[in-house]
């Protein structure tokens, strides 16, 4: 082939050559830009791990493919695999977790790749409103084998009734015999009702606090009368203040009464008592028992009382004295004064007499 003809000028041959050798070049730059310009950096973040590359890839489930990436039954992505991916793109994997939850009686095993707790309570559907508690925040960050566990408190009022116990009085009366009784009336439990504030906890009682009680029903008392000795009826005591004048001693007293008295002393035939024996020498008062020691009946003479006793014509003076002592025989309108000897009281015997109770 001639490139130049027989005047010296390049041959049109070789203006082809040229121009067929430009076009390739154009040709093959262009399709280098075209391949280039397909090609996309993107990069992984799996768990901890990331890598960075460049793909021709299309959609993130070919990106996984060709690093032979496999996804769990729970694992999530983003973006989606079916989701167009565009250069610098991101594609996040979280790898799914086993988890326990445990809501009150019921228990299960979860495998979730949800970040904190709220989202996979939100996810399994499980609300947490008033009155619930958990072991962990809501937003604490799932972890491997995590336990969750959900405290549900509630309460409630329940009201009770409950038996209010009569109670049975005993009467004394002289219709009966002594010894026999007799039931009057009888008794009949009341009714209250109780107000309790109870506490749950997944269901199950933790509490129970009494917040009122209420009286529906007074309970009826029963009533046993009890046969007595028909004792005399005490003598009024005339209570008017005056003077008693005693061995040129004057003695104001508040109150005068005429008794029957016997004497006692501190032999076993007038107290039923030895030397040794409890109660020896003392009085119901707790004193000891000395000149000047009353018996009386403390319905007639309060226990207590200072006295001036003497006899009822002026015969006979007992003189100062103290009301501090009982008797079973000492009843009503009468007195036992303490003696010094069994023969000293052997020698009173009984006797009518006035008894001063002194201011």
């Known amino acids: 082939m ?7 000028k390049p041959h049109p041959s070789w203006r082809l050559i040229i121009i067929a050798i430009s076009v390739i070049m154009v040709g093959a730059l262009t399709f280098s830009g075209m391949v280039y310009a397909m090609s996309k950096q993107v990069s992984i973040v799996d768990g901890v791990n990331e890598i960075s590359f460049t793909t021709y890839a299309n959609v993130t489930v070919e990106v996984l493919a060709e ?5 769990g ?4 992505i983003s973006p989606r695999l079916d989701e167009k991916i565009s250069d610098g793109a991101k594609i996040i994997i979280t790898r799914a977790k ?7 009686e019921n228990t299960f095993d979860k495998l979730t790749a949800k970040r904190t707790v709220e989202e996979v309570l939100d996810q399994a559907g499980i609300k947490i409103g008033e009155g619930t508690q958990l072991n962990v925040a809501l937003n604490d960050e799932i972890t491997e084998n995590m336990v969750i566990n959900i405290i549900r ?3 409630e009022i329940i009201k009770e009734e409950s038996p209010i116990p009569f109670k049975t009085i005993k009467k004394p009366t002289t219709k009966l015999k002594e010894g026999q009784t007799k039931v009057t009336r009888e008794g009949l439990d009341g009714v209250a009702e109780k107000a309790y504030n109870v506490c ?5 009682q933790i509490s129970r606090e009494l917040i009122s009680k209420t009286v529906k029903t007074k309970p009826i008392d029963k009533i046993i009368e009890y046969g007595v000795p028909n004792i005399p009826k005490v003598a009024a005591i005339t209570y008017h203040s005056g003077v008693k004048v005693s061995r040129g001693v004057e ?8 008794v029957s008295a016997s004497a006692y002393d501190l032999s076993y035939q007038s107290t039923g008592k030895r030397p040794g024996d409890r109660g020896y020498g003392r009085t119901a008062t707790g004193s000891m028992v000395q000149k000047g020691t009353v018996a009386v009946d403390p319905r007639v003479i309060p226990l207590g009382s200072r006295l001036y006793i003497e006899s009822a014509d002026g015969s006979w003076t007992y003189g100062n004295a103290v009301a501090a002592d009982t008797g079973g025989a000492i009843k009503g309108n009468k007195i036992d004064l303490f003696m010094s000897s069994n023969s000293e009281a052997k020698q009173f015997g009984r006797r009518t007499a006035k008894v001063y109770i002194l201011e």
Do not use: F, T
């Open 67 to 71: 690093k032979g990436i496999v996804l």
């Open 73 to 76: 039954e729970a694992d999530e």
């Open 2 to 8: 001639r490139l130049i003809d027989k005047d010296g």
């Open 153 to 155: 408190l509630s309460q």
């Open 251 to 258: 003695l104001r007293y508040k109150a005068v009464i005429q």
């Open 200 to 204: 749950y906890e997944n269901g199950v």
């Open 98 to 104: 086993n988890i326990k939850i445990i809501d009150g």
